[in-house]
């Protein structure tokens, strides 16, 4: 997709930027609080934050993220937890314009709360992260829970091996821009090898010169994906897909974690974002008003339970983690959606079940 306003100080928000946006702070809104109960210290890192506003001032991830935290109805339950948010833009006027914004925002929001720290800089990405970790490795310290949104323009400035020293320790989780769109049009052109083998962290991707379509697609997905696992030693890595004014796909969002919980509330949030399948938001459909409550079909998972579980008998907490871990489908499809018609239809019964139709935790689920 080409990313509107790369020359513009501040530009124009569009429909894909917005849905971005709600997967972040619909994440976000989840990971503070969950993340707050057990640690003193918290990381939000926005490598790439632009210049905090859009035109007609719609706000940038860095505000969107602080209003996540200032207006959450458990704010005070995490007010003994400390909050960094690092804001790095490398250009200049679009720094100035983040910092004035900033600085607005914490006017704005006197008195301002003192668990909450607010940092923003003027450097490359590249930069930013290699203070990190010298500090770190200086004080031999572990990297606090961190969050990491990494939303560049195109494939500049972002590294594989940046990325997996950066986002090594336990529980750092990623959420990063990968320009689909530039990739496919550059992996077999031989101009910007070197720029891509940075990217990937790999020169594998060279392999997509002999496919085309769909294939060559997800070869390209694939191969991101597997490298932030293998490289980032992220267990869990989600994809989203964004499709562009033309009906091709412009990017994909990657979302790495080791947690469990951090993969079942980003399979939710994606499903808020594209609840007909979790996955994909298109530009074109976007503002288009739908008459009628999408509803998931999960008669695949249906039948994939029947298979993977027949004759056996597991726990609904069984059943979430194969859903959550290796199904495209959220841990909300499973109860109501699924597991009900399921027993209506005679294909499971439960021994330990109050109520038939319903399955609270620790109910015992008997396939056929
Ligand atoms: C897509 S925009 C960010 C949008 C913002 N995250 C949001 O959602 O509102 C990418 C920004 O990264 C900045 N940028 C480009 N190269 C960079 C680098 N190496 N390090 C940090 N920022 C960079 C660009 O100037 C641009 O403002």
Known sequence: MSRSGEKDTVWELKPHTAAKHQLLTGYLKAWFPILSRWNSRLVFI????????????????????LD??????????????????????????????????????????????????????????????????????????????????VDPFGVKGLSMDLLSRLLSFDRCELFVYFDFNTVNRFAA???????????????????AADLTGSERKTFLHDLYQSQLMDACGFKYVKSFEM??????????????????????????????????????????????????DIKPDTLPLQEDLAQQFRGKRVSVETLEQYVVIETPYAAKHLKKATLKPMQERGIITSPNQKRKGTFPAKTLVQFA
């Open 46 to 65: 926005d490598g790439f934050a632009g210049p905090g506003i859009y035109k007609g001032d719609k706000p940038g991830s860095p505000v969107q993220a």
């Open 68 to 149: 996540v935290l200032l207006e959450h109805t458990h704010k005070d339950a995490m007010s003994s937890s400390e909050f960094i948010f690092m804001f790095n833009e490398a250009e200049k006027d679009r720094y100035d314009k983040l910092d004035t914004v900033v600085n607005e925002y914490i006017a704005n929001h006197q008195p301002w709360p003192a668990n909450i720290k607010v940092k923003t800089g003027c450097d490359s990405f590249e930069y930013v992260a290699e203070g990190i970790l010298k500090h770190l490795e200086e004080q031999k310290k572990n990297l606090a829970p961190t969050f990491a949104f």
């Open 189 to 207: 052109a031989g101009n910007i090898d070197d720029r891509l083998a940075e990217l990937f962290g790999t020169d594998q991707f060279k392999r």
């Open 243 to 292: 499709i562009n004014e033309t009906g091709h796909t412009g990017y994909f969002l990657f979302y790495g974690t080791r947690n469990f919980m951090g993969l079942k509330t980003m399979k939710e949030v994606m499903w808020n974002v594209d609840p007909g399948g979790g996955a994909v938001f298109s530009d074109i459909l976007a503002g288009q008003d739908v008459l009628f």
